[in-house]
T-cell receptor, first 109, second 113 residues
Framework: KNEVEQSPQNLTAQEGEFITINCSYS?????LHWLQQHPGGGIVSLFM???GKKKHGRLIATINIQEKHSSLHITASHPRDSAVYIC???????????FGTGTLLAVQP | DAGITQSPRYKITETGRQVTLMCHQT?????MFWYRQDLGHGLRLIYY???????DKGEVPDGYVVSRSKTENFPLTLESATRSQTSVYFC????????????FGQGTRLTVV
C-alpha cells in the first residue's frame, strides 16, 4: 500500500463546478505539498501546509493532521485548471518527500 | 531568466550509451534534487545534493551518477542506459531537505531504445 494515496485518480468536471481532490497518508509528517503539473509541462508548487487551511485565488487546501488527510478544492473551475494534481508529504521513517500518484483533472467547457 | 532549467527537454538514446541530463538553477538554492516520474508511480527521488560537493542517494539511485561541482549545476548521468530508465526526469531545487519551497524544472523526457 502506498504511503500517500490520492482520490480520485481521474476526475472530469464541467466548467464552473466545485472540485475536491483528496489525499490520505499513513506516515507522520511535518509538511504536505500540493503540486500542479500541466500536460507536457513542468511541476508547480501550489501549497505547502502543516496545519489548518490555505487559500490562493480559487484554490483552497486544508489539512487534518489527526486524520492524516488533506483536500485540495477548486472553486468555479475553468478549463485551464485541467492538469495533474499531486500530493506530497515530507516525513516518514526516512524523512523524505513522498509523492502520491496524482489526480488527473479535466475541466470541460 | 531566473529559475531552474533542464536540458535537453527530449532525448532518445540507445541501450548502453552514456547520457547526461543537465540542470541549472539561478536562485543559489543549496539543495537540488533529481526525480523520475513513471506511470503508476509517484515521483521518485534518485539523488539529491545538500551543497556543492555533497550528494546522497535517494530511493532509486542504481544506474545513475551525479555530481555537483558548482552550486548552480546538478547534472545526472546514466552511465549505461537501459530501457527501464525510459522516464520523465525532473530536477528541483529548494532551501531545505524538506523542499518546503519546491521549485521544479520543466522535465526531460528520456527514451532508451
Amino acid at each position: 500500500k502506498n504511503e500517500v494515496e490520492q482520490s480520485p485518480q481521474n476526475l472530469t468536471a464541467q466548467e464552473g463546478e466545485f472540485i475536491t481532490i483528496n489525499c490520505s497518508y499513513s506516515v507522520g509528517i511535518s509538511a504536505l505539498h500540493w503540486l500542479q503539473q500541466h500536460p507536457g509541462g513542468g511541476i508547480v508548487s501550489l501549497f505547502m501546509l502543516s496545519s489548518g487551511k490555505k487559500k490562493h485565488g480559487r484554490l483552497i487546501a486544508t489539512i487534518n493532521i489527526q486524520e492524516k488527510h488533506s483536500s485540495l478544492h477548486i472553486t468555479a473551475s475553468h478549463p485551464r485548471d485541467s492538469a495533474v494534481y499531486i500530493c506530497a508529504v515530507y516525513g516518514g521513517a526516512t524523512n523524505k518527500l513522498i509523492f502520491g500518484t496524482g489526480t488527473l483533472l479535466a475541466v470541460q467547457p | 531568466d531566473a529559475g531552474i532549467t533542464q536540458s535537453p527537454r527530449y532525448k532518445i538514446t540507445e541501450t548502453g550509451r552514456q547520457v547526461t541530463l543537465m540542470c541549472h538553477q539561478t536562485w543559489s538554492h543549496s539543495y537540488m534534487f533529481w526525480y523520475r516520474q513513471d506511470l503508476g508511480h509517484g515521483l521518485r527521488l534518485i539523488y539529491y545534493s545538500a551543497a556543492a560537493d555533497i550528494t546522497d542517494k535517494g530511493e532509486v539511485p542504481d544506474g545513475y551518477v551525479v555530481s555537483r561541482s558548482k552550486t548552480e549545476n546538478f547534472p545526472l548521468t546514466l552511465e549505461s542506459a537501459t530501457r527501464s530508465q525510459t522516464s520523465v526526469y525532473f530536477c528541483a531545487s529548494g532551501t531545505s531537505r524538506k523542499n518546503t519551497e519546491a521549485f521544479f524544472g520543466q522535465g526531460t523526457r528520456l527514451t532508451v531504445v
